[in-house]
T-cell receptor, first 113, second 117 residues
Framework: DGGITQSPKYLFRKEGQNVTLSCEQN?????MYWYRQDPGQGLRLIYY???????QKGDIAEGYSVSREKKESFPLTVTSAQKNPTAFYLC????????????FGPGTRLTVL | AQTVTQSQPEMSVQEAETVTLSCTYD???????LFWYKQPPSRQMILVIR??????QNATENRFSVNFQKAAKSFSLKISDSQLGDAAMYFC??????????????FGTGTRLTIIP
């Protein structure tokens, strides 16, 4: 089955630690995205990539980093510089043209202890 | 600033009745698509319906339809014959130009829809 997987579903981290969230897709999509969702707010774009080995900052990139070494994979690292990392993180992919819908993974809930 | 606005944080409707969720956007694009997504309690984002801006005809998917007013930049979602499974957060999304000059999809803050049995 084609789709997007995110792992883990729940993640706990101590303050001061970096953590990496996984996102993999087998839809052969060029573009991939990372969003953050907080209660009462919509989805805010962290980073996106329209092609392998290239990515752009979204609206709230500070304290996050990404890589895009393979078309299928777009991992997100939440660094210790992110002041308030507890949130729900969603990964999405789509064909490069924004006239196409984005397909979303099931999300990862990150909690900083 | 370019934005997507959903002015109704919460809505409720009796089962089998009709409800309309509102959305306004502010894109400078001339040819674009608009989207409504649904996020049920499982938190999986699901596409509900898509509207092509250059088409005058409003999109329809079964019980879901849109009222698209291009000049007013309004894109409301109508749900007919509401069912318990329609209870969810609903987000509208529009392509906007980012601060870096790249096109990106921007989401509204969402409307939480409750279905009353």
């Amino acid at each position: 089955d084609g789709g997007i997987t995110q792992s883990p579903k729940y993640l706990f981290r101590k303050e001061g630690q970096n953590v990496t969230l996984s996102c993999e897709q087998n839809l052969n999509h060029d573009a991939m995205y990372w969003y953050r969702q907080d209660p009462g707010q919509g989805l805010r774009l962290i980073y996106y990539s329209q092609i392998v080995n290239d990515f752009q900052k979204g609206d709230i990139a500070e304290g996050y980093s990404v890589s895009r070494e393979k078309k299928e994979s777009f991992p997100l690292t939440v660094t210790s510089a992110q002041k308030n990392p507890t949130a729900f993180y969603l990964c999405a992919s789509s064909p490069r043209d924004l006239r196409n819908e984005q397909f979303f993974g099931p999300g990862t809930r990150l909690t900083v202890l | 600033a370019q934005t997507v606005t959903q002015s109704q944080p919460e809505m409720s409707v009796q089962e089998a009745e009709t409800v309309t969720l509102s959305c306004t956007y502010d894109t400078s694009e001339s040819d674009y698509y608009l989207f409504w997504y649904k996020q049920p309690p499982s938190r999986q984002m699901i596409l509900v319906i898509r509207q092509e801006a250059y088409k005058q005809q409003n999109a329809t998917e079964n019980r879901f339809s849109v009222n698209f007013q291009k000049a007013a930049k309004s894109f409301s979602l109508k749900i007919s014959d509401s069912q318990l499974g329609d209870a969810a957060m609903y987000f509208c999304a529009s392509p906007l130009i980012s601060n870096f000059g790249n096109e990106k999809l921007t989401f509204g803050t969402g409307t939480r829809l409750t279905i009353i049995p």
